[in-house]
């Protein structure tokens, strides 16, 4: 067979498989349709046309495909040249999987377009459908997770501009440029987690997980599977299905871990090797899992006086405190009080406003709880007045029996360590009494509640 032969047999096929396979289709279909270039209807089937309440399929030509089939796209098909392969289409009867094809002629100009209505009912597709529904519910549910693991705060949110709020945010940007674990230093209230948050946030892991975990906050005896996860069934009451640890939640982000210096002995040695080998097992598992996690710690505690204590590994301090950066308590940064109060005051709303007398007031307040404990202040001012200015007295009466009082004289021949003891005596054993109890005297001061324990038990005053 020559060349124009073969050509002329092809041509022949495949104008014969196009004709067949409008035929199949139309005949399974549940309707066809063909409009023109103008999208004006040419040719529609009984079946299709009686779905649209034509019983004569020849009323219906020559109109414009919208006003037979209300929410067509064929007009688009048909000026575009651009197929919409699976589509719904809604009627009045049940919505319709379809399918719009462009009409070319012999040399290739768009000349009009076919539409299929394919099925006239979704139980044909429902396995489909509903495996595509259960991903997309997996996608939201992971991407709200990831959302709920993000930094909430970045540097711009420390305020400050004292010598001391730049020196530590100078270090805190250093340090977000590292991969080296990061130790924060400070009274709890001074932002140690929003630091933290920034650090993330500026460094080259800010798209993957953050994830914190108080040591003060899980019983002992969780804290492990909240570190390293369990296996399925790893101890009585445990569940059947394995349950990943904060190591494998924060994977290839950063790890936050508060209070380290409540963490005990055991998972001290633990950690330790975790991050030595950057490798784990889950509890009842002997599966090792790799671990690639940057590691921030804070404590309010005195690490180095618990190294000497035997309290806190010697081992895993020397591991901790690559760099260590210490947040600076409220008092030695009085010139950042006005700009932390106008922030407090307009995240808290309301308009509220301080007067230079009750600015200076503040200034000669210990502020023995720091940040969080002005926030506390401030919110409970804004509270109890209806309007804007916040004078002296206002901020007296709502903090309370607790006074906004300097610190008292030194005794003759009292230190400045022995006197801030005394002052911090006076003002926890005002407060429990104000309060009754340690949790709602927690509150007031602006402390964490095992803050407020370990404070009360290092001044020897029992807790109620």
């Not at 059947?240 to 640890?245: I, L, Y």
């Not at 290839?252 to 209070?259: A, Y």
């Not at 005297?441 to 020897?460: F, H, I």
Request: with cysteine.
């Amino acid at each position: 067979m020559n060349s124009a032969a073969r050509l002329k047999d092809y041509q022949s096929t495949r104008l014969q498989a196009m004709r067949s396979l409008f035929e199949i289709v139309e005949q399974s279909s549940e309707g066809t349709v063909i409009v023109d270039r103008d999208a004006r209807i040419v040719w529609i089937n009984e079946r299709y046309a009686r779905r649209f309440g034509f019983a004569d399929p020849a009323l219906a030509l020559g109109q414009p495909v919208e006003n037979v089939i209300p929410g067509s796209l064929l007009r688009e098909v048909a000026h575009t040249g651009q197929p919409i392969l699976l589509d719904m289409l809604d009627t009045p009867k049940d919505p319709l999987v379809v399918m719009r094809l462009p009409i070319r002629d012999e040399d290739g100009s768009l000349i009009g377009a076919i539409g299929f209505a394919l099925f006239d009912e979704l139980k044909t597709l429902s396995p489909l459908v509903s495996h595509y529904l259960s991903l997309q519910e997996e996608l939201a549910s992971t991407r709200s997770l990831l959302q709920a693991r993000q930094a909430r705060y970045n540097f711009a949110q420390f305020i400050g501009t004292s010598a001391p709020a730049l020196e530590v945010k100078r270090r805190a940007r250093r340090g977000a440029a590292s991969e080296a674990p990061v130790l924060l230093l400070g009274e709890t209230g001074t932002g140690k987690e929003l630091l933290a948050h920034a650090i993330h946030a500026a460094s080259p892991r800010s798209r993957k997980p953050f994830v914190s975990l108080n040591m003060a906050a899980i019983p002992e005896t969780l804290l492990e599977a909240e570190f390293f996860g369990t296996a399925p069934g790893a101890f009585t009451g445990a569940s059947r299905k394995a349950r990943p640890g904060k190591f494998q939640i924060a994977q290839g982000g950063t790890l936050f871990l508060d209070e380290i210096g409540d963490m005990p002995l055991h998972l001290q040695s633990k950690l330790l090797r975790v991050l030595q080998e950057k490798e784990f097992e889950p509890v009842g598992s002997n599966e090792i899992l790799f671990s690639d996690v940057r590691l921030i710690a804070a404590t309010s505690c005195d690490l180095e006086a618990a190294v000497r204590h035997g309290s806190f590994r010697a081992d895993l301090y020397y591991r901790l405190n690559v760099l260590p950066i210490r947040l600076p308590p409220l008092r030695e940064r009085p010139d950042d009080l006005p700009a932390l109060c106008e922030t407090i005051l307009g995240q808290l709303g309301g308009g509220h406003w301080l007067t230079p007398e009750a600015l200076a007031r503040l200034a000669r307040h210990d502020w023995p709880g720091n940040v969080r404990e002005l926030r506390n202040l401030l919110e409970r001012a804004t509270l109890l007045n209806d309007g804007v200015r916040l004078d002296e007295g206002m901020l007296a009466a709502a903090l309370g029996p607790q006074q906004l009082l300097a610190p008292a004289s030194p005794a003759a021949g009292e230190s400045y360590r022995q006197a801030m003891q005394r002052f911090e005596r006076e003002l926890l054993e005002n407060a429990l009494a104000s309060a009754g109890n340690a949790l709602e005297a927690a509150q007031r001061l602006g402390l964490s509640r095992s803050t407020l324990y370990r404070r009360l038990a290092s001044l020897g005053i029992p807790s109620r």
